[in-house]
């Protein structure tokens, strides 16, 4: 079956990771007809605009897309392209799975996890203003509505694959009203799934302790927006290194698969990035789309390139002497 799949290169190594990405889906054989878009710093010096409303009505249209990292200035500079999207299309639930993979020298062996993040509000509504003179404000939002949303988005992925605990991270102990609403709105939801599906809480700083003690103890984490963004990060150190952790961000209409990882300018267009964690945000795609087969065949071609270990293969990051292209081959020739 055919599928119509808008492809979002982005900024920095963004390019060289979504071209090795695809390079790879369609050495799957999957049937995809590629949309190139738009976005970020790119778009706006060829557009004069970071998110064109072209690229937010064709996803819309095709309900998919495969995104690579877009550039964020940090302390300045235009609002967060993503943060944007996630808002526009209103993805309201980004799935971050961790695991462990062969070939990859990391402290655990047996990290095998998926982290659920409310992805529309939070301190990511960007609510801010200077108060007066050197005192700025950020307004953090908490709605019933997006918290009782994504509870029910994470347990249903529990029970859909047959994941057997829910833990949710807050910081309710202090922020009693926003944290304590999240929290109560887990919990209520959580009396529908009682009989199906284990499930705890944790107040955020212990549990990134015990994540980093032992990570095998979780199996699903529950974050609202911004503990869900560096849970995330932390997580991925635990398995390698953001170049092999994928993501996906879905809302009731649309979704759309990201690596996880930034735009890393400093080495864009050296050959030295990464393509793993945008190949595997595209096996979570394939899936998304029922093309199964095609994403196991993917999956397990990287998990025996990985498992041979041929440092003139892997890229640099996971301690290799190879290069964007010369992995995405391998996987490719592992295909075959």
Known sequence: MMHTVCLVPGDGIGPEVTTAARAVIDASGADIEWVPLPA????????????????????????????GP??????????????????????????????SLP???SRFSNVDLVII???????????ENEVVDGVMQSLKIVTAAASKRIAK???????????????CFHKANIMKKT???FLECARRMYQSYADRVQYEEMIIDNGCMQLVRDPSQFDMLLLENLYGDIVSDLAAGLVGGLGVVPGANFGDDCAVFEPV????????????????ACIMSGVMMLNHLGATEKASRIRNAYD???GERDLSLLTPDIGGRGTTQSFADAIIRAMK
């Not at 996803?59 to 998919?64: D, F, K, R, S």
């Not at 409310?118 to 509504?125: A, H, K, P, Q």
């Not at 988005?153 to 833990?167: E, Q």
């Not at 990882?261 to 793993?276: C, D, E, F, T, V």
């Open 40 to 67: 970020g710093a790119t778009a706006e010096q060829l557009l004069g605009r970071t998110l064109p409303e072209r690229t937010l009505t064709a996803i819309t249209a095709h309900g998919v897309a495969l995104k």
């Open 70 to 99: 877009i550039t964020t200035p940090i302390g300045g500079g235009f609002e967060s392209v993503n943060v944007r999207l996630r808002k526009k299309l209103n993805l309201y639930a980004a799935v971050r799975p961790v695991r």
């Open 103 to 105: 070939g990859i020298e």
């Open 117 to 127: 993040r409310e992805n529309t509000e939070g301190l990511y509504s960007g609510l």
């Open 153 to 167: 988005f994470a347990f249903d992925y529990a029970v859909a694959r047959g994941r057997k605990k829910v833990t």
């Open 179 to 181: 944290d304590g609403l």
């Open 261 to 276: 990882h930034g735009s890393a300018p400093n080495i864009a267009r050296k050959g030295l990035a990464n393509p793993l």
């Open 304 to 306: 025996s390139v990985l």
